[in-house]
């Protein structure tokens, strides 16, 4: 008989850990609370617009195609994705923007013209970015976070220094100009920590974003959960909607059934891709690992306010994702990290994705995404999400020469109180923990429980940590870490 595996959640780690677990021989359940699958790469359908209501951008195709390939398959059995022209453009004032096109090269020439001798510079960083890279992806982060000697190869023992400097300190050695230097810094915010408080070594950012390039699934970033749930359901998995898991049963160090929706449920494994902290709130106190202490140190990658906006005419002097970097980032940083805080003048992003993708508004309307990165944990109220709706969108209208606000069809919200309701998210967290050194690698909390025999986590916080990649290659940790204890 095949031994059987309850996952909870359906977010991207959970989804390819069912892949990995029914490919070696599991009889996979997936128990999602929602009553759609996806988590915090769900989808929100209004009045013929489409937005994805997490992830919008599609970095570092490698670890898909990588995904795929273990199942015989390859991303374009299931989606098609773009190569992004312009990837993106980053506004620093009124109609003042640095376009970063498709290519290195083009890249080089935009840096050249503002900063001379700048292109060589780059040319050389994004080298050394691209043999992290190389190191990384293709190696370090598909370790499970057993044991620290999992980060010493002969590679990164040559690289030892990268891990004991930043890389704020690194971009700002070669580049002297702040608008270079902030576009340099961008890519590793998505590692959820300061460029102040990230190793170096994590350049590797800097080489997805202009080494390979941002890329978008036509229909949207939903399209990539839709191909999981295909190939899952391909391999025999049993997803369940509406059934949020209540009680995690233990006996004799044992998880021996959960409980959802008041029935109980037995299996020989758990995974749990649910939020980290949240499912050991799912066990009595004595079989969690983690302490409230201990998670109350840790440093958490931002939560985020985000708005879902109709707009009923095309909008101009935008692109598919534009970033609003026209206030002190360091000021905006420290109301995130060293004093929570809602900030004064918040750095946003914003995503136009109907300026590339005609299926995801109606035709002659723009679908716009915006997102301000936040400490978790804020007050949430409708009226502070109004205050920066208004500041955000009088900033657009100023620094991009047009109307907008008199054609808003509608907008949604997302914030602080619907990750907590919606995905159970510790103190609102958007992206899970953050990569700092401290929290890198066997430094983050465990794929297997200490506590509880035949319990396992996966997903944004453990390893290897935050992003759709790196849930991807967090599923197959955890599925390889099953097989390895389970299986004769
Ligand atoms: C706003 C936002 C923007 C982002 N942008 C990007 C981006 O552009 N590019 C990128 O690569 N990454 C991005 N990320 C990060 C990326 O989306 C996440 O790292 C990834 O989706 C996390 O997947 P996961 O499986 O770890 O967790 P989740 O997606 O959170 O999945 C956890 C699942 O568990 C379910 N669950 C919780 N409790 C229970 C319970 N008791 N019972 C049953 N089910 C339960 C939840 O409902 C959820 O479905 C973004 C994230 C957010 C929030």
């Not at 700002?172 to 915010?189: A, C, D, G």
């Not at 009226?383 to 900033?395: D, G, M, P, Q, V």
Request: with cysteine; charged share 25%.
């Amino acid at each position: 008989m095949k031994k059987t595996v309850i996952i909870i959640g359906s977010g991207f780690s959970s989804l390819a850990a069912s892949c990995y677990l029914a490919k070696y021989g599991y009889d996979v359940t997936i128990f999602e609370k929602n009553n759609t699958i996806g988590g915090r790469a769900r989808q929100l359908i209004k009045n013929g617009f489409t937005f994805d209501i997490g992830p919008t951008w599609y970095w570092m195709p490698d670890v898909f195609e990588r995904f795929f390939a273990d199942f015989g398959k390859s991303p374009s059995d299931y989606y098609t994705l773009e190569k992004l022209n312009p990837a993106y453009s980053v506004y620093f004032g009124k109609n003042d923007y640095i376009t970063i096109e498709d290519t290195l090269e083009k890249i080089t020439i935009a840096f050249e013209k503002e900063e001379t001798g700048s292109s060589k510079k780059l040319k050389t960083f994004i080298e050394k970015a691209k043999s992290n890279y190389d190191i990384a992806i293709k190696d370090l982060v598909y370790n499970p976070g057993v044991s620290p000697l999992e980060l010493v190869t002969p590679a990164t023992i040559k690289k030892l220094n990268q891990f004991f400097s930043t890389i704020k300190k690194d971009v700002r050695k070669e580049f002297k100009n702040e608008r270079l230097v902030k576009i340099l810094e961008f890519p590793v915010l998505f590692l959820g920590a300061k460029p102040s408080d990230t190793p170096s070594f994590y350049s590797f950012m800097n080489y997805a974003d202009f080494g390979l390039g941002t890329f978008h699934p036509k229909k949207g970033m939903y399209q990539v959960i839709l191909a999981l749930e295909n190939l899952a359901k391909e391999l025999d998995v049993t997803i369940k909607t509406n059934a949020s898991v209540e009680k995690i049963n233990v006996k004799d160090s044992k998880s021996i059934g959960l409980i959802s929706n008041g029935k109980t449920y037995n299996e020989d494994i758990v995974v749990s891709g649910a939020d980290y902290h949240h499912t050991e709130t799912l066990l009595d106190k004595n079989y969690r690992q983690y302490s409230e202490a201990y998670w109350k140190k840790k440093t958490f990658a931002p939560s985020s306010l985000l708005f879902y906006v109709g707009f009923d005419k095309k909008l101009i002097n935008v692109n598919h994702h534009t970033l609003f970097f026209d206030v002190d980032f360091d000021i905006h940083a420290e109301a995130i990290y060293d004093h929570p805080s809602w900030p004064e003048n918040p750095l946003f992003y914003a995503s136009f994705p109907s300026k590339t993708d005609e299926n995801v508004a109606p035709e002659g309307k723009e679908a716009g995404i915006f997102l301000i990165p936040l400490a978790p944990g804020l007050e949430d109220t409708p009226e502070i999400r109004n205050i920066y709706f208004e500041k955000i969108i009088a900033r657009l209208e100023t620094l991009t020469s047009q109307n907008i606000k008199n054609h808003i069809i509608f907008k949604e919200s997302f914030c602080i109180k619907d990750f907590i309701k919606d995905y159970n998210s510790y103190k609102g967290n958007a992206y899970g923990m953050a990569n700092t050194l401290m929290q890198t690698a066997f430094l983050r909390p465990k794929l297997k429980s200490k506590k509880v025999k035949n319990l396992y986590f996966t997903g944004q916080l453990t390893v290897p940590g935050p992003g759709v990649p790196p849930s991807l290659i967090s599923g197959k940790l955890v599925a390889d870490l099953v097989l390895k204890h389970t299986k004769k």
